[in-house]
């Protein structure tokens, strides 16, 4: 324990909101004595406590690390904006919460970047640690800095902070790569000559190892790696995730977190391949575990936290295929015991009266559906594959079974919408009203229908990769004629922060420009971006203005298909030629049938030793 900082806590504490977020001490953390280890990480992730800690892959890779003999992994979140005051005030640097230990003692920070909003938030925990944010400030093999995470397959925008970054799943690289900063430790590597190293491993890449060139246009011209270098960094995966490691004595928070529940990942990847959904490609090939393994668990789970809910969770839950036989056990074991139980990501075309009825066992508040667009045309242009006629009978059979309250979720601004398919949302949601009255099993509660829009991003590895964004104003338009077709009392609506969707269209698609923004913005105070108690647009824009980089670059203008795309020294796993196929399948509103009604040649097959998806 570091005797400072124990010293100045007390006095600090009781001045902000929420302390218990930087206390640490919870149950099950894991503590280990300094002495006894080669090589301490700070696990950082950029947002609040009760985010991170309802993060699976920072539980998994927290566990995974901790089981190394010699390595000690603590935990490590952005403090709120209160606590970041008193820090600095105090002059009390970013610690770590298991031994309140500062970050900057540690040889390796590793970052969860999950959200472009948070990139702010990075340079906050490096500031706040007194370490240089700049990873070429960063001289010596001390507080190497490197990042996994959603946000890494465009990894350019964070290009100029992070000494490398860890692509895919990090169950087994993670411990490789520690293993490899252990032996350049040891061998007296300079910090150069160990990015060289750990640029072996198979997931890992290395900035500052690729040179990008540009077009006088601003577009890019190539990207050339240095010699030894590889041309493309194809992510990791797990190839049988029942014999991976899962936190079944997870560490219980010390107060309430997003998700204050048990969390049981049923399988990886997802069989349907929306256009717009990143992580329905990037997730790829899908992986299930067996229902024994997961009960196993559950079970183990539960009885360890004492949690009173556990989440059935994937890209899409009910494409499970072992999900009866792991409900049936479930449900029997949690309605014993007064445990909920929760299966989101539902789809329309595949909820069962089976499944609603073991549901109302344990559980019966809301559903949630995602229909994304109000017609059919624009469903099939997104390859939802999911018909109004599926919408409206699963709603019949929740409504029958007791249901009064649907959450809705659509998209604005997908390519090819036209105000046609907007009015379609209002109409789709007064046939699911008409529904309710015609099936409602009990009326006298009413129904609520949530319907709710977000703003398309068009992510990099989509189908969508090359698309345009459509302004600010004219989601807010659609958004206002959307609400005009919305006239019933029963039903309640809420749309997305625009600006803030515009900026992370920009910080999703950017390349290696966008660091200097990233850090003015910083510089003018931007911080906790994705909470909209800090969210500050202008900020951003005189930022962009300060760097001379023109926001509609990344935006309105759109992607060519020959265009070189900052992120194409990355592989996912998913061909760009199938990308292509799929573009063009959407303008003619084309579906591609999911994994399980045969492969569409997406290419994901090959990083599986057999190459068989298990769909």
Known sequence: MNERIEALLPRILPRVQKPARYVGGEYNQTVKDPATVDTRVAFCFPDTYEIGMSNLGLRILYGIVNRMDGVWCERVFTPWGDMENEMRAAGLPLFALESHDPVADFDMIAFSVGYEMSYTNILTMLDLAGIPIRAADRKCLHNIVFAGGACTYNPEPLADFIDFFSLGEGEESTVEIVNCYRQAKRRGLSKEDFLWEVGKIPGVYVPSHYIHRCNADGTLAAIEPLPGAPKQVTKRIVQDLDKAWYPTEPIVPMTEIVHDRMNLEVMRGCIRGCRFCQAGYTYRPVRPRRPETLYEQAVHALEFSGDSEITLSSLSTSDYKYLEALTDRLTDYCAARNINMSVPSLRADNFSRELMLKLQKVRKSGLTFAPEAGTQRLRDAINKNVTEEDIL??????????????????????????????????????????????????????????????????????????????????????????????????????????????????????????????????????????????FDYEKWIAALDDCGVDRTFYTTRGFGPDEVLPWETIDPGVRKDFLLRERTRAYRSEITPDCRHGCAGCGANRLLEGGVCDG
């Open 393 to 534: 009978k699963t709603c019949e059979i929740a409504f029958a079974g007791g249901w009064n309250n649907v959450k809705l979720y659509f998209m604005l601004g997908l390519p090819t919408e036209t105000d046609e398919d907007v009015i379609g949302i209002g109409d789709l949601v007064y046939k699911i009203y008409n529904t309710w009255k015609a099936h409602a099993s009990n009326k006298k509660r009413g129904v609520r229908i949530h319907v709710a829009t977000a703003f398309f991003v068009p992510k990099p590895f989509t189908g969508f990769q090359w698309e345009r964004q459509i302004t600010p104003e004219e989601y807010l338009r659609r958004c206002r004629l959307l609400k005009e077709h919305l006239n019933n009392k029963s039903v309640e609506y809420n749309y997305h922060e625009a600006k803030l969707s515009e900026l992370e269209a920009v910080l999703a698609r950017g390349d290696r420009r966008l660091g200097a923004v990233i850090e003015a913005a910083w510089r003018r105070g931007a911080k906790l971006d994705g909470w909209m108690e800090y």
